[in-house]
């Protein structure tokens, strides 16, 4: 994995968490590292351990120059699209670093350029670059955290476990429990799609 794509620009690695979900908001992290930040344990996050993903979360946030998370919630990702939603949700967190980047890493084949700052898309970028390893760390322990409490409010979904992703339990629950106010309405819910839409 390399640190860094080029270093005459200070970088900012963009990734997000949630997209394919059927609940639950869409949480995008945005981190720029310092020039000689390693940890062995650093990857893409769906590659780590949860118990990994914790200890590094701590890591990046003490040790990143700068670095900030933002999310956007079912009802908007249901206005405008969940890969709108994610491009904006990145935004949010680009909005928020204390540091303004001069060029951003994101993972993925496609974003929405942000203000006047170049870009570079990269498939599998949380695999290649650190600072987008990082941003998916960011963002998925983020996410996990907040599931983790919704499902405090909806325990029959299954939440701390799958995340709001389209699991057989969670598809299960739907189908015994239909929606609750935080189920992505425009995404296929249901297993068989009916005239329940």
């Given at each position: 994995?390399?640190l860094?794509?080029?270093?005459?620009l200070t970088e900012?690695?963009?990734?997000e968490?949630?997209?394919?979900?059927?609940?639950g908001?869409?949480?995008?992290?945005s981190?720029?590292l310092?020039?000689?930040f390693?940890?062995?344990l650093?990857?893409?996050?769906?590659q780590?351990?949860?118990?990994?993903?914790?200890?590094?979360?701590?890591?990046?946030?003490?040790e990143?120059v700068?670095?900030?998370?933002?999310?956007?919630?079912?009802?908007?990702?249901?206005?405008?699209?969940?890969?709108?939603a994610?491009?904006?949700?990145?935004?949010?967190?680009?909005?928020?670093?204390s540091?303004k980047?001069?060029?951003?890493?994101?993972?993925?084949n496609?974003?929405?350029?942000?203000?006047?700052i170049?870009h570079q898309?990269?498939?599998?970028?949380?695999?290649r670059?650190s600072?987008i390893a990082?941003?998916s760390?960011?963002?998925?322990?983020y996410r996990?955290?907040y599931?983790?409490?919704?499902?405090?409010e909806?325990p029959?979904y299954g939440?701390?476990t799958n995340?709001?992703?389209?699991?057989?339990?969670?598809?299960?629950?739907?189908?015994?429990?239909?929606?609750?106010?935080y189920?992505?309405r425009s995404?296929?819910?249901y297993?068989?799609?009916?005239e329940?839409?």
């Amino acid at each position: 994995m390399q640190l860094f794509f080029q270093d005459k620009l200070t970088e900012a690695g963009c990734d997000e968490a949630g997209r394919g979900c059927l609940a639950g908001p869409v949480f995008a992290a945005s981190v720029i590292l310092p020039k000689d930040f390693f940890h062995p344990l650093l990857n893409d996050s769906k590659q780590v351990s949860e118990k990994n993903r914790d200890e590094l979360r701590r890591v990046i946030e003490a040790e990143a120059v700068s670095y900030a998370v933002a999310s956007i919630d079912n009802e908007e990702i249901d206005r405008i699209n969940i890969l709108k939603a994610s491009f904006k949700a990145m935004h949010l967190a680009l909005d928020k670093l204390s540091q303004k980047p001069g060029l951003l890493l994101i993972d993925g084949n496609r974003f929405i350029r942000y203000k006047k700052i170049p870009h570079q898309c990269f498939v599998k970028g949380d695999e290649r670059f650190s600072s987008i390893a990082a941003a998916s760390i960011l963002a998925k322990t983020y996410r996990d955290e907040y599931m983790k409490q919704m499902h405090g409010e909806f325990p029959h979904y299954g939440w701390d476990t799958n995340k709001g992703y389209g699991t057989p339990e969670h598809r299960n629950a739907i189908e015994q429990h239909g929606l609750c106010k935080y189920h992505r309405r425009s995404f296929r819910l249901y297993s068989i799609q009916t005239e329940l839409f």
